[in-house]
């Protein structure tokens, strides 16, 4: 019985040991990502200095990411590429975002292998770059037929088309800043009306004027009434909206003149030089020309004219000529006397179609006018010469012969002395020879007005010692060239190029308080450089005053301060003496020396000066007067800007 006991007992306990055994729990490999100690790679951050795109892969470091199961942005399930224990990479999916310059942030989530359970989110930064035709505005707000509108944005170079209303534009420039149209002839009747403007590309339509809409103009006549014929002559006022858009009235396929315009009024005059027609009263249509191309507005469709010759007789050209003595051609800025008949009604000239006003009152047998400074060329050429007159008439006078610069003679200039006691008041009077006007003017008008603001600071920080430019191109330009002449202790006298050394502008004075003072001890700004020309051909044509060609071949002029002496060299200058002036462009006085090339290569103006007098000098000696007395006189020749190929100037 005990051994049955034991026996049960151990029984019980083995079984017991066996219902009390546990098995092992399964390890469980949880992944995890890493941001402590490693970054996401790309990392992009709110403010876009590090950026990720739509398609980019993403690396991620950290545990047992071969159990990721799923990676997503916002929601959107992404591409895992490859992943191992330490390392997982996954491309970024496509996303619903709007295309921005800002990264817009979406939320990124890493799941265990169930696909469900979150192990990683992260606030990421994704870029979706502006690619659509974008429009941020357009300029100006309102216009006619052929006004030219930009429309600015982005990525414009995919727009196609552009309609204002419902009428294509025509696009004359696009860039991806920008579209450039002129506005179409829309059909309307109104004076103003507001029109849509849209932008067509590939990806749809963009409406332009979404904020506010493109104002149209046209102008509108308001009903006109004839009560007579009209005469040659006469003026007829219009009413209306927008007129000052009319550029044009036609009466019928002749002209009329446009004497006063506003928005709401125009005066129109019926030239008294319209042919006589048989029968004398004629009937047209009367209609205002605006916009580009020309659109018509109909003022009246039937408007009667009185061709019947009325008012005074037509003038009659015999000549024209220059009105000064001692000139025998026509410059620029000279002023022309022009003979004829029946002179009385003439009102102005046109010289190749540029317009001329009379310097006085036209008499019955002559008329003056100042030569138009914006002629063309450098050499001599035959232009139109109209006489306007009686309300608009026009008589053509044929062809004329214009030199086309600026021809000038007999300025005198007292010269600089750097002994204040020998600086005679004339000297002050007649220090400096600006070459665009072809002028004299005194120390007091250099310094007041002031000519040359830089110079005259005392500190000139555009131009420096020795012909070179540091300072911009518009503070180059923006003084005018000019020319003097000085003399030393040693009583050698020179012509200055005003940039050449910083000691040359002091030899001339201003008085203040009854006492001479020297002007700045400094460098000009306009870069010049002078020649002694040899030449004799050229030299007789400048002293003759025959030049034709001011752009003649010439040698580079290569001094700055040539002398006057005893015999004449190529950098010697007598009385009698021919000198080449060449005012660099800004390119070429920039670099060092500043120096022009063959060919006025360089030069920006150009001219010659003639010595046809010089009575402060001492031709035996070859020095300036002790006592800086008299005078030196040139004949001044001088062009415009060059037409040849000059630095940045394209002609």
Known sequence: MKSMKLGLGVLLIALLGVSCKQEAPETVNTPAINITNKKLSPDPNESGTVRAYIGDEVTAEGFNLDKVGAVRFDGVEAEIVSQTIKKIVFKIPVLNLPQADEPAKVLLEVFDADKETVIFKYDYYVTVPVTDALVSGFAPKTGTVGTEVTISGRNLSQVTAVRFGTTEATLSDVTDAAVKVTVPAVPATEATSDLDITAVWSGGDIDVTEQEPFVYKIPVFAAYTQTGDARLGDEIA?????????????????ALLISDQSAT???????????????????????????????????????????TPVGPAAPVFTSANPAEEGYNALYLGREVVVKGENFASIEKFKVDGIEAPLTAAATDIEARFVMPKNITGTAAREVDLIAVWNGGNELDCGKITVLPFYYTKGLRIGIGSNSKSTYP??????????????????????YNTPVDPFAKSGNNTVT????????????YYSVPPYLFAGSNSSHKLTFYNPANTANQLKTHCIKVDGSWTNLPATAGTPVIWLGVIVDADIKASVAGGTLSDIATTVPKASSGAPAFGKAEDNKTWIKGSVLTLQYTDYNTACKSGGKPGDNLVGVRKAGFIYVSDITCADAATGLANADREGYIEVDLYWSNVLTNSIGNETH
């Open 425 to 446: 008041d004339f000297n002050a009077e007649n220090a400096f020879i600006l070459l665009d006007e072809g002028i004299v003017i005194s120390t007091d008008t250099w």
């Open 238 to 254: 219009l009413a209306g909206e927008n007129l000052d858009l009319v550029d044009g009235i036609l009466w019928g396929d002749i």
């Open 265 to 307: 009024a125009l005066t129109v005059k019926i030239p008294s030089g319209i042919e006589t027609m048989y029968p004398a009263v004629q009937a047209k249509k009367l209609a205002a020309t605006y916009g580009t191309p020309a659109q018509q507005a109909v003022v009246a469709e039937s408007f009667r004219i009185d061709t």
């Open 464 to 475: 420096a010692a020795g012909g070179t430019v540091n300072g911009t191109e518009e503070q």
